[in-house]
């Protein structure tokens, strides 16, 4: 029975985590966990857990929280039309609150007295875990050598080989995050502010030249069918994913202020988010008033900038979420997209909520619902008050 005291890692099997778990496994009993919130593949699992048997773990676990990420956070990104700075869906940003969040319950259900992050001290994922950490788990110590030692990465790697460690840890050209809710890519272009990324950055490529319909089905903001098939929301992601990168939608480039006050720059591909952001809010645009999509705008807003901050334990966020979810009753109906090489376009939409209820009348065409006088006198008082005030200061 080991006398070194618990200590779980959060593990990815990069350079970073394996400095970690090799230089901790000399002090501590070291648990290393990953949490799967999209991306992964069985192959890429099995492969990251031999790794860190090798790095001197005690154990590995990889928690699969595709579903749960959907839960607690997708759904509501998506009910707000979640995009940072009109461009971002958070894919990384959303994914690092929800591993954060299981491995301090996993390191609770172990009764581990320390967690350790392969963080840096450069970026907002330090923020992001820490937070999470010490609110849900306060007398857990958190351990962090990357950021701690200020190490650079060859100093890493001659540490790995001293300790018979002599893996592959060439840096690749460009980083790739994959997760459910998107990819990001970073990459020498990114940490200047005139250059693009080149297409080959991006790990989907054109694979289809034509063009595609497909349609989702909503119910109450949910995305729950993909071309009248009905499955769960996040299959539903996943397999629009896959048919919308074939087309290699979703590129872009996102800049925005980080946590600690420097701006950033991220490309990232997000067909899926994309897709189903834009397509859900067409839907809102024609089942809710004015005023219901005027105020989820802002609140949406604040959602998304206080989970990109690390802020998902604020109880405003369940708050907010609470409003969210209450606006999603009417929001049912599919719509129709077109899928293009790099591009897609929405179509159109289907709902017996539809507002545009041609009792009504048709815009700019015919009403049926009030007089001309009545327009006429309606117009009348609602310019009362421009009327008033430029009478009093002209």
Not at 301 to 313: P, V
Not at 314 to 337: C, H, T, W, Y
Request: proline share 3%; hydrophobic share 35%; net charge neutral.
């Amino acid at each position: 029975m080991s006398l070194k005291k618990k200590l779980v890692i959060a593990y990815s099997g990069g350079l970073d985590t394996s400095y970690c778990a090799v230089s901790l496994s000399k002090e501590y009993d070291v648990h290393a966990v990953s949490v799967n919130t999209g991306g992964f593949t069985q192959n890429e699992i099995n492969t990251i857990e031999t790794n860190a048997y090798k790095m001197g773990v005690s154990t590995y676990k990889n928690i699969n929280a595709v579903p749960s990420f959907y839960q607690k956070v997708i759904k509501y990104l998506v009910f707000g039309n979640v995009l940072k700075n009109n461009t971002y869906p958070l894919s990384v940003s959303a994914e690092r609150i929800i591993q954060a969040i299981e491995i301090v319950e996993y390191a609770k259900s172990i009764d581990a007295e320390f967690i350790a992050h392969g963080s840096t001290g450069a970026g907002n994922d330090q923020v992001r875990f820490d937070m999470i950490f010490q609110t849900l788990a306060p007398k857990i110590q958190i351990i962090t050598p990357i950021r701690d030692k200020k190490l650079s990465r060859q100093e890493e790697i001659d540490y790995l080989k001293a300790n018979g460690i002599d893996m592959s840890w060439e840096k690749a050209k460009y980083s790739v995050n994959k997760g459910l809710w998107g990819t990001s890519v970073g990459g020498q272009e990114t940490l200047t502010s005139e250059k693009p990324l080149p297409g080959e950055a991006y790990p989907s490529q054109l694979k289809n030249e034509g063009e595609e319909k497909v349609t989702l089905k909503f119910e109450k903001g949910e995305l729950v069918a993909l071309n009248g098939v009905k499955s769960e929301p996040y299959k539903n992601i996943e397999l629009l994913n896959k048919i919308a990168s074939a087309f290699a939608i979703g590129r872009d480039i996102h800049v925005g202020d980080t946590i600690i006050g420097i701006k950033g720059r991220v490309g990232f591909e997000a067909a899926a988010a994309l897709i189903t952001i834009k397509a859900h809010h067409l839907l809102e645009k024609h089942t809710l008033t004015k005023w219901q999509l005027q105020h989820k705008e802002y609140l949406a807003s604040f959602y998304g900038m206080h989970l990109h901050e690390g802020q998902y334990l604020d109880p405003v966020m369940r708050n907010i979420e609470a409003f969210l979810q209450s606006s999603q009753d009417k929001v049912s109906g599919d719509v129709m997209v077109s899928l293009k090489p790099y591009h897609f376009s929405l179509d159109g939409i289907v709902s017996k909520h539809d507002l545009m209820n041609a009792e009504f009348g048709s815009y700019g065409e015919e009403n049926k619902g009030w007089t001309p006088d009545e327009a006429k006198g309606f117009i009348k008082i609602i310019g009362n008050q421009n009327k008033i005030y430029q009478q009093v200061n002209s």
